[in-house]
């Protein structure tokens, strides 16, 4: 059991940052050139890379040498971000959740030393901290078993450095952002969501916060009863480049009326913002909207941290005007949910992207028109 364990069951671990010496490996490294990694431990740590749970090193050691031992035991491509060095563990733990852009309570620590890992609890109360004795018995934790593991999840941890890769030249190029974009040879797909990838879809309403436009976690058995459901779009988003695959970064819920397009949920993976993908996928529905002569309408609900998809949705040019098509959206909404309202124009295709997307008109009912203004 963690030190920090909560009374109640704990959210999913994200990412687990282990300790070296006594810990990862049997013994010192600065006593002991030759230290070994049990086959436990090596299972431990393959297991949890296929279920898609990201692994650091959080050690006092010289880094040169920990790492080169590392590789020795054919480990090193599993850790993402190591902090190998002498400074306090708290603050190494505290820079890799920043590095991955994670909360600290998605974040777990190994370490053998007691008080190592109160130094950890003390100044991170929300990083879950577990003894070394306890390394074998992980896969078995609920916290670090995923309800379900996606195609996405098992190449979570390459993603993540292609990511690092990608962040490290976009440092050394000499051009203009919108250059750079470009030169990643980017290619999005908007596709209507098969029953295998619905799993993906409701892993990223689950694990994104920042640019979820209502905060609403859509469960596995709702996703598919809206794959069958008349006028209903499940669509998922997913982006290539020259680095290798992004996954699954969108998904869009999308109820057609005659008049109208009511978007009930857009989100988009934190680690495409940079990209526009929120902007691009806004265009393209606004877009398709307006060759299929409805209006848009979009569900928003404010939270402490989606304040990035409500500036997209505005720069999309959604607003609270009246219209008298508010009257064919769904009235299931919360109170606290806000009605956007955008009339459509063609937009232009996006110029760092190559799109590649379904003509979502062909499934407009029949008798679509454009609404008038109220």
């Known amino acids: 059991m963690s030190d920090t364990a909560p009374a109640v069951p704990s959210a999913p671990v994200k ?6 010496d006594n810990t990862l490996w049997r013994g010192t490294l600065l006593e002991d050139d030759e230290v070994v990694l049990s086959e436990a431990v090596r299972e431990v740590i393959v297991g ?6 990201l692994q650091s090193v959080c050690s006092r050691n010289d880094h040169d040498l920990a790492w080169a031992r590392l590789e ?6 599993y850790f993402v971000v190591p902090e190998i060095g002498w400074g306090p563990k708290s603050q190494a733990v505290g820079r890799i959740a920043e590095r ?13 030393q007691p008080a190592e890992r109160a130094e950890v609890a003390f100044h991170l109360p929300d990083v879950r901290c577990y003894p070394a004795e306890e390394a074998a018995t992980l896969l078995g934790l609920p916290e670090f078993s995923p309800r379900s593991v ?8 390459r993603m993540y450095q292609a990511g690092f890769r990608r962040t490290d030249e976009q440092a050394r190029f000499g051009g203009s952002n919108e250059d750079f974009l470009r030169s990643l040879d980017m290619v999005m797909r908007i596709g209507r969501a098969t029953e295998d990838e619905l799993s993906r879809v409701e892993e990223l309403t689950l694990r994104t916060s920042q640019m979820n436009a209502t905060g609403v976690h859509y469960p596995d058995e709702v996703l598919r009863s809206l794959l069958t459901r008349p006028g209903h779009e499940v669509l998922v988003t997913t982006l290539t480049d ?12 999308l109820r057609k009326h005659a008049r109208v397009w009511h978007l009930k949920l857009l989100a ?13 996928i806004l265009n393209w529905l606004a877009d398709r909207a307006a060759r299929a002569g409805v209006h848009l309408l979009a569900d928003f609900r404010a939270t402490d941290r989606n304040r990035m998809m409500e500036i997209a949705y505005r720069f999309a040019g959604f607003d609270e005007g009246p219209c008298d098509c508010r009257g064919a959206a769904s009235p299931e909404a919360a109170e606290d949910v806000q009605l956007l309202h955008l009339v459509p124009e063609r937009r232009a295709a996006p110029t760092t992207v190559r799109l590649i997307a379904p003509d979502l008109t062909g499934r407009v009912p029949a008798g679509a028109g454009p609404p008038d203004r109220a």
Do not use: N
């Open 15 to 20: 990412c687990l940052v282990w300790d070296l």
């Open 48 to 53: 949890l890379d296929a279920r898609g749970v």
């Open 72 to 77: 020795a035991l054919g480990v090193a491509d």
């Open 100 to 112: 991955l852009d994670f909360a600290p309570g998605a974040l777990a620590f190994i370490d053998d």
């Open 150 to 157: 996606t195609a996405d999840a098992r190449q979570r941890r």
């Open 242 to 253: 020259r680095f290798g695959p992004h996954g699954a970064v969108g998904v869009l819920l």
């Open 268 to 280: 988009t993976s934190c680690r495409v913002v940079a990209f526009g993908a929120g902007t691009i």
